[in-house]
């Protein structure tokens, strides 16, 4: 089946630990994105990528890192540097400018011990 | 800057009846695309309905319909014969239809939802 695959589903970290969440699609989108999620708002952008080897801040970039050395794939690294890690993270996809629909993985909360 | 207000943080509605979810937006911008998308317990977001700014018609999807007021910048959900499956968190999104000078991918931007309950 086409669609988006975050994983893992859960995901707790230490302090000043890096982690890393996956997210990989088999849907053809050029364009991918990562988004977070509080409680009580809505989803802000982390991250996106319109091409491989190329990716752009979005709001809230500090303490994250991406990567997108393939179409398939964008994962996320949520730094030491994150002092507030703690939230549902979420990736998309798109097929470049056209339809402008954004498509949704599962989603992986991420904890803090 | 483009924002989206979705003023009702939680809604309820008997099944079989009908509810309306609002959504209001502002930006300079002529023309762009407006969504709707739930998100259930299961955490994944769905796409729900889409309305491109420059069509006139109120988009539907079966028991999904729009209310899309462009001068007023209102787009408001509205769920018939609501089904205890429809509740879940309803995201109102926005998006500019045109690219910005640079390249830049256009962002989803989204309000900050509205959590609906059906009952039985």
């Known amino acids: 089946d086409g669609g988006i695959t975050q994983s893992p589903k859960y995901l707790f970290r230490k302090e000043g630990q890096n982690v890393t969440l996956s997210c990989e699609q088999n849907?053809?989108?050029?364009?991918m994105y990562w988004y977070r999620q509080d409680p009580g708002q809505g989803l802000r952008l982390i991250y996106y990528s319109q091409i491989v080897n190329d990716f752009q801040k979005g709001d809230i970039a500090e303490g994250y890192s991406v990567s997108r050395e393939k179409k398939e794939s964008f994962p996320l690294t949520v730094t030491s540097a994150q002092k507030n890690p703690t939230a549902f993270y979420l990736c998309?996809?798109?097929?470049?400018?056209?339809?402008?629909?954004?498509?949704f993985g599962a989603g992986t909360r991420l904890s803090v011990l | 800057a483009q924002t989206v207000t979705q003023s009702q943080p939680e809604m309820s509605v008997q099944e079989a009846e009908t509810v309306t979810l609002s959504c209001t937006y502002d930006?300079?911008?002529?023309?762009?695309?407006l969504f709707w998308y739930k998100q259930p317990p299961s955490r994944q977001m769905i796409l729900v309905i889409r309305q491109e700014a420059y069509k006139q018609q109120n988009a539907t999807e079966n028991r999904f319909s729009v209310n899309f007021q462009k001068a007023a910048k209102s787009f408001s959900l509205k769920i018939s014969d609501s089904q205890l499956g429809d509740a879940a968190m309803y995201f109102c999104a926005y998006r500019n239809s045109r690219l910005p000078s640079g390249g830049a991918t256009n962002k989803l931007i989204f309000g900050t939802g509205t959590l609906l309950a059906v009952q039985p």
């Open positions: 998309a996809s798109s097929i470049q400018l056209a339809k402008n629909i954004q498509y």
């Open positions: 849907l053809n989108h050029d364009a």
């Open positions: 930006t300079s911008e002529s023309d762009y695309y």
